[in-house]
């Protein structure tokens, strides 16, 4: 029986987007037949953006192996003791927006959501530009993602609240949606 219930907590992290304006869509639970990793993924939006054009897609990522050394290092606390904070998961925000005929400066972009996110919320963003054909126009797909690390010990403990990340990701949500019609105008 494992020492922490990680799909719970998943029900729970629902639950506090639920909370911070986000619309659940879809959830999967995948389970590496071999190795045994497992991996949540859990798609949601903004209220605002009910119908599009922005979707959240939230990712959790469980190496056994850390599973693994976390429920040996519980099993050699004594009653009262706390665990450490050494073993973590990461967590994924990555948001999507259509292909966008007059896409942001990439630099601008980066520069204003890093002041938005904060150094509690890093944030990446990239671009891949498509090419129907040589004589089309390039079309601009953004990937925006930042990562988390989830402490193993305060999800066991009952302590971790992910509330100020999830502010944030509504906050880089409300940003991106207020710039988005911009980008989409052909």
Not at 25 to 50: G, K
Not at 132 to 138: E, H, I, K, L, M
Not at 148 to 174: I, P, R, W
Request: charged share 25%; with cysteine.
């Amino acid at each position: 029986m494992a020492v922490i219930d990680l799909a719970g907590y998943i029900a729970g992290l629902k639950d506090q987007a639920v909370e911070h304006g986000f619309h659940v869509h879809d959830e999967r639970h995948f389970v590496e037949t071999y190795s045994m990793r497992q991996a949540w993924e859990v798609d949601l939006h903004p209220e605002a953006a009910c119908g599009g054009p922005l979707d959240l897609h939230v990712a959790v990522e469980l190496d056994p192996r850390v599973l693994l050394a976390f429920e040996d290092h519980i099993m050699e606390l004594r009653e009262a003791e706390e665990p450490e904070d050494r073993f973590t998961i990461p967590l994924i925000f990555t948001w999507s927006l259509p292909p966008l005929p007059s896409g942001p400066d990439l630099l601008v972009l980066a520069t204003d959501l890093a002041g938005v996110g904060g150094t509690d919320l890093p944030i990446e963003v990239s671009a891949i530009d498509t090419y129907a054909s040589v004589t089309d126009p390039a079309e601009r797909s953004l990937t925006i993602v930042a990562r988390v690390e989830v402490s193993l010990g305060q999800v066991f403990m009952g302590t971790e609240n992910l509330a100020d990340e999830l502010e944030k990701c509504g906050v880089v949500s409300e940003f991106l949606l207020d710039r988005a019609p911009a980008w989409l105008e052909d």
